[in-house]
Each structure stands twice: as C-alpha cells, then as structure tokens.
C-alpha cells in the first residue's frame, strides 16, 4: 500500500506540535507524507500576541519560518488558507495567494489527503455589537497585533508633540473584555509606557497613559477562581487601571466606548478581547458545528461525520467525560497534540484509538512584570494552589517553553532561553519601528 497522507490546516498552537511529532516519526522514516498548510508564513505563540501588541516582545524575534522548520522536521509546508473541502474525494482547496498590489503568487491548488485534522484555532467573536469591527482593534493574528503596536505607538507619537502646549494629554485605551487577553493586555501597555521614558520619549510615563477594562460579568476574569480574579483586580487598580464590572459594551465608534448604562468612555484606541468563536467557513464543510461554529469531534478528536477527518484546539468541541467540553486554551491545545498524534500514528497501524481527557494543571495571569497570579492543579487531587509572584511567573513561562521544547527539542530550547536572557541587555525593550 501507498503510504498515506496526513493534512493538518493550522500550524498554532496545537498545529505545529503535531506536524513535529508527525513529520519526526512518520515523515522522516517514509511511514507517511505528513503535509502542513497555514495562511502564513511564520508561526507565533498565540499567547504572546498581547506582548506582540504592546511592542514588548518583536515578533522577528520570536517567529519561525514554516518552511525551514519543515525541512528539519520530516514534513511539508503549503502555505494558503483553506476555502474548500471534498470529503467524497478528499482533497481540499486552497485560495490564491494575491500580494499586496493585487498580483497573484499562486493561483488556488487541491491538496489530496488520506487524513486531515483541522486546527485553525478561533477569531474574535463581537457578538453583532454596533461600531466594534470598524473601530475596535483585535489580537486574532500576528498582523493585527502589529496593527495594535503601529497605532499605539503613533499615537504616543502624536502625544508627546503635543505635550509642548500645556493641555496634560493622556492617552486612553479602551479594553472590552476581562479574560486572560484583557488583563493581561492592560498590565503590559503600562509596562510599554513606563520604558517609554527611556526611549526618548521623556516627556511621556505611565501617568500619561489611561486604560479602562471593561467586563459584562460581575468580576473580572470570569472563568476562574475568585481569589486569583480578586487578586488581578487588585493589582490592575493599583497600577490606575479603571476596571468596569457588571458593564455590557453596546457601541463602539472612532472616540468612544458606549455602555449599556449610557456612559460614554472616551477612546484614543479600543481593543476587543470579549469572546472567542471558531472561523464561519467551518460550518460550510458539511461537518456538524455547533453555533460558534466549533466542529463536533468524539473524544478521540475525529469528526463525528468522518472518520479519516480529525479536529482539535479551539476549533473543535471534543467532549470531556464530566459532560463538558475541552476549555479553548493554549495548555489544552498542546495536551490535543500529544494524543492526536498517537492516534494518528494508531490509526496508520489500524490500532484502536485512545479519547482525550483534559487535565486542567491550572491557571495563570502574567501581569507584565508587576506580578504573576494563579493556581496549579494538585496531581492527587482537585484542590488547586494559590501562587504568585516569581513562582506563578516560572510556572506561567513554562507553558511557552514546552511548546518550544516540543518544536526544537530540548538542547535547542535551552539555548534559546539563554539567547532570550542575554537579548533583554542588549536589544531594546520595547519595538519602537
Ligand atoms: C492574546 C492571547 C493570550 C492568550 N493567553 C493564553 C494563556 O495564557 N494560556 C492559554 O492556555 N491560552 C491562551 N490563549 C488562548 C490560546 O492562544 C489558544 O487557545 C491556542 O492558541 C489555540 O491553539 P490552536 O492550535 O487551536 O489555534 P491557533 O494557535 O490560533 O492556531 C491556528 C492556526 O491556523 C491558521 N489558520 C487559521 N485559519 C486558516 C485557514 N483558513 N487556512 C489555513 N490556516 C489557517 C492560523 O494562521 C494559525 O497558525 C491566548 C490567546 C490570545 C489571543
């Protein structure tokens, strides 16, 4: 028999490690042609697009190129972005790829595939909410996290020259939305705005930058414990962020943030971080979706509908045996990889497939270098444990190094650990280009 092949769109979170794994064990022994297909070109940790935005870490830095990790790794990369799906002959179409001034590089392909596993990860989910897609900025993708710094640091720009009269300018950044991305968003523009000063920007400091985080939930980060949610909201007010609880968005226009209180919160730029739905296209498959669009996978992360077809991550809703579904994180993401992969490997060989089962190891918030505050899961039991600080901040780091660990390999990733300490005294802290 011809050796099969395994597509996986999405080279994220979850995506890249799997493809790794994939390309290490079945790609590079000619088991199987093991083929990834992404809309970009380079791969960056999701989670560390809030540092992106803030210009705190450089994505050039930080990204890998798809294609010279192929190479190294036992797999193929198609760059394009899925637009089509035909599951009676199993091939999948990508769009064209057009450049910036309207030429086409590739015209659009069919890819053939024996397995495909869908990871395309999730967008920002507005609700319908009046003004947010034209004045709202998002962190779905790198570029728009770039988009985010470009228009920050602009306006600090125009700020500090207008400072020479003797208004007090303030800059103020509206965040709707409490969770992980908000939080964390707002404890690193403060940071951003502190280093400022010593870029030049003397006349500029924290006292100059006014952030207000808006939350329709009765407490901020709503989906964990209170004490880690109260403890966050008492470190953002201490660094002057006004937080908004219990306080639904209902418009957003180019200088101003509408509640459903009827207060108007002005706005130099407004981010929305409120919610989370997989990609529209995903219900046009003819796979079964739920209404955010997530395809319904069995517990062993193949679609209900198709056997040779798998999803996982935050496009898909795989059920949990406590009657949930697995949560949309990048800490569930990795632990998908790593048992897609067996059963993959277990399929190919015509073994019987193992279900996922999430196990939460905890939560943590990074607050820039203010602070960090969570909780880890005890193993023996459900309990979990406050921490904070350097030990919350070690633990919180680790999440990104086992992504890295699992995508360079152990030597690789130390060095760069290495490389990450010595950048921070010889480059800039902040990307200010
Ligand atoms: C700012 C921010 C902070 C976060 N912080 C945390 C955190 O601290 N802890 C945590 O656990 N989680 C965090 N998350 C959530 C976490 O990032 C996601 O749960 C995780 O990235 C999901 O992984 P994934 O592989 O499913 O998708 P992603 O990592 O989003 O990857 C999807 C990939 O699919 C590609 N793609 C999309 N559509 C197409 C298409 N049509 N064709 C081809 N390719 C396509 C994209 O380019 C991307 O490479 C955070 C998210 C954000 C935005």
Redesign the pocket.
């Known amino acids: 028999m011809s050796k099969p092949t395994i597509v996986v769109?999405?080279?994220?979170?979850?995506?890249?490690e799997l493809v790794t794994r994939l390309g290490r064990r079945l790609g590079k022994k000619g088991k199987a042609d093991v083929v990834l297909?992404?809309?970009?070109s380079t791969?960056i940790?999701?989670?560390?697009?809030?540092e992106v935005?803030t210009g705190v870490l450089d994505s050039g830095q930080d990204e890998i190129s798809y294609q010279a990790h192929s190479a190294s790794n036992g797999y193929r990369f198609q760059r394009?972005?899925?637009?089509d799906l035909d599951r009676d002959t199993r091939t999948l179409t990508?769009a064209a790829i057009i450049d910036d001034d309207g030429h086409e590089i590739l015209p659009a392909r069919r890819l053939s595939y024996d397995y495909m596993v869908m990871?395309?990860?999730?967008v920002s989910n507005d609700f319908g909410t009046e003004g947010v897609a034209d004045h709202c900025h998002f962190?779905?993708?790198p570029a728009q996290?770039e988009g985010f710094r470009q228009a920050l640091l602009n306006t600090f720009m125009r700020y500090s020259t207008r400072m020479t009269n003797d208004e007090p300018p303030c800059i103020t950044v509206g965040i709707i939305g409490a969770g992980?991305?908000g939080v964390?968003?707002a404890a690193e523009l403060h940071d951003a705005s502190r280093m400022l000063k010593s870029y030049g920007f003397t006349e500029l400091g924290r006292e100059h930058l006014r952030v207000h985080v808006i939350e329709a939930a009765p407490k901020i980060l709503p989906a964990l414990p209170d004490r880690i949610s109260q403890a966050v909201h008492k470190e953002l007010e201490k660094l002057g962020v006004k937080v908004h609880v219990d306080t639904r968005v209902t418009k957003v226009d180019d200088h101003a943030i509408t509640t459903s209180d009827d207060e108007r919160i002005d706005i130099d730029l407004g981010v929305w971080?409120a919610g989370i739905k997989a990609?529209a296209?995903l219900s046009e498959l003819g796979l079964q979706t739920e209404r955010n669009h997530r395809i319904k996978v069995a517990a062993t992360m193949q679609s209900i509908d198709d056997p040779h077809i798998f999803a996982?991550?935050?496009?898909a809703s795989c059920p949990q045996p406590d009657g949930k579904v697995v949560p949309?994180?990048?800490?569930?993401?990795h632990q998908q990889a790593s048992v897609l992969y067996k059963n993959l490997c277990a399929v190919i060989d015509d073994k019987p497939l193992k279900e996922f089962v999430f196990r939460d190891r905890g939560?943590?918030?990074?607050l820039a270098h203010f602070d960090a505050i969570g909780s880890l899961m005890r193993a023996a039991s459900a309990r979990s444990l406050f921490i904070e600080g350097n030990l919350a901040r070690f633990f919180?780091a680790s999440?990104y190094r086992m992504h890295q660990r699992t995508i360079h390999g152990s030597i690789k990733t130390a060095m760069m650990v290495v490389v990450d300490g010595l950048n921070r005294f010889l480059k800039p802290r902040l990307k200010l280009h």
């Open positions: 769109v999405g080279g994220g979170a979850g995506g890249l297909v992404d809309r970009n791969h940790w999701k989670p560390l697009l809030h935005a394009g972005t899925l637009c990508l990871a395309v990860g999730s962190l779905d993708s996290a992980a991305t964390e968003l971080a990609p296209f996982f991550g935050d496009c949309p994180r990048a800490q569930a993401a939560s943590l918030i990074s919180y999440l």
